[in-house]
C-alpha cells in the first residue's frame, strides 16, 4: 500500500518570563496603532532550520526529513529570509545557536522564524543526545535577551510528536456536486479533534505523520499554502489553511488505495500572540 508512514508532534507550552521594558510613558517605542508589522526593513531576517534524521538512542531514524528541509529552505529563500539550517545538533548545541543568535543585531531585521524537525513527546523535543523543554527555543528570543526584536514577529514551526495517541478520525457528511442538477452524499474522515475551539498549543498526546519520501503533513501543507498565499493573505490566515488542509486531507497512499476515510488523521494547532498581521510583502 505504499511507505508506511511514521509519526513525529510537540507541545507548544508558553511560559511568562518578565514584563517588557517601557519608556517613562509606560508604553514602549513602537507604533501601537498599525495594524500590520512593518516588513520593509532592509532585511528579511533570519531562518533556523533545526533538522533530525538521526539519534545517539534508540530513537528511529527519520526517513523524510530531508525533504521537509529542502522544501523549506527553498521556500524561506524566495521569501527573502537568510536561511540557517542545522543538522542532527546536539541540546547544547541547539541551545547556543539560539543564543548567538539571539545576540546579534536585529534592528535591520523584519522577524525571525525558527523550524523543528525532530521526534517528541508530551514536553520534549528530541535532539540528537537528549530531549529539552519546548521553551528552550523561544526563551532567548524575549525583549530582555534580544531586544533589537521588540515589536517583530517571532516565528516558531515545531514538527514533533507529542504523544502516542492516534487520531483516527470521524465520520461527517460532505456533500459532493455530481453536475448541474445533482448532489451526492458521501463521507469523509475528519480529526476527532476538529470543530472544538480549543486554545492549547498543539493537541496533547497525538501522532504527527512524516512519509519516508515525502515529508511530513504539517510542513509539506505550510510549505504548499505559503508558497501559494504569501504575497496575498496575512500569516494567521494562511496557517488556517494549513489547518484546514490536515484536518481534511489524507495520504497519498490511502488516496491511491481508496481508503479515503481509514486515514490517520492530524490536527495542528496555532498559539498566536501576534498583535499585528504579516504579511510577506
Keep these: 500500500m505504499g511507505e508506511k508512514n511514521e509519526g513525529d508532534a510537540i507541545s507548544f507550552h508558553l511560559k511568562r518570563t518578565q514584563q517588557l521594558p517601557l519608556d517613562e510613558h509606560g508604553l514602549s517605542s513602537l507604533s501601537l496603532n498599525d495594524s500590520r508589522y512593518y516588513m520593509n526593513h532592509p532585511k528579511r531576517g533570519v531562518a533556523l532550520i533545526f533538522n533530525h534524521m538521526n539519534f545517539n538512542s534508540n530513537l528511529p531514524t527519520r526517513q523524510g526529513t530531508n525533504k521537509d528541509k529542502d522544501d523549506l529552505e527553498s521556500l524561506f529563500t524566495k521569501l527573502k529570509f537568510r536561511v540557517e539550517s542545522y543538522d542532527d545538533l546536539t541540546k547544547e548545541q541547539i541551545r547556543n545557536v539560539l543564543v548567538s543568535v539571539a545576540s546579534t543585531d536585529h534592528t ?3 522577524c525571525l522564524v525558527v523550524v523543528i524537525l525532530s521526534h517528541g513527546d508530551n514536553r520534549k523535543i528530541f535532539a540528537r543526545d537528549t530531549h529539552y523543554s519546548p521553551e ?5 528570543f524575549d525583549g530582555f535577551h534580544a531586544p533589537s526584536l521588540i515589536g517583530k514577529p517571532k516565528l516558531f514551526f515545531i514538527q514533533a510528536c507529542r504523544g502516542d495517541k492516534v487520531d483516527a478520525g470521524v465520520p461527517v457528511r460532505h456533500q459532493t456536486q455530481v453536475d448541474s442538477t445533482k448532489r451526492e452524499d458521501r463521507y469523509i474522515s475528519i480529526p476527532v479533534m476538529a470543530d472544538i475551539l480549543v486554545m ?4 496533547e498526546d497525538f501522532l504527527s505523520w512524516r512519509n519516508p519520501k515525502s515529508g511530513s503533513y504539517f510542513i509539506q501543507s505550510l510549505v504548499r499554502q505559503l508558497s501559494f498565499h504569501a504575497k496575498e493573505k496575512d500569516l494567521l490566515s494562511i496557517l488556517t489553511y494549513v489547518n484546514r488542509e490536515i484536518a481534511t486531507g489524507y495520504s497519498p497512499e490511502m488516496k ?3 481508503l479515503q476515510s481509514y486515514a490517520n ?3 495542528s494547532s496555532v498559539v498566536s500572540m501576534l498583535t499585528k498581521e504579516i504579511y510577506f510583502v
Design 200 to 203: 492549547y498549543s498543539t493537541v
Design 136 to 140: 528552550l527555543l523561544w526563551i532567548s
Design 265 to 267: 488523521k492530524q490536527m
Design 256 to 258: 491511491q488505495e481508496r
Design 108 to 110: 535591520d531585521e523584519d
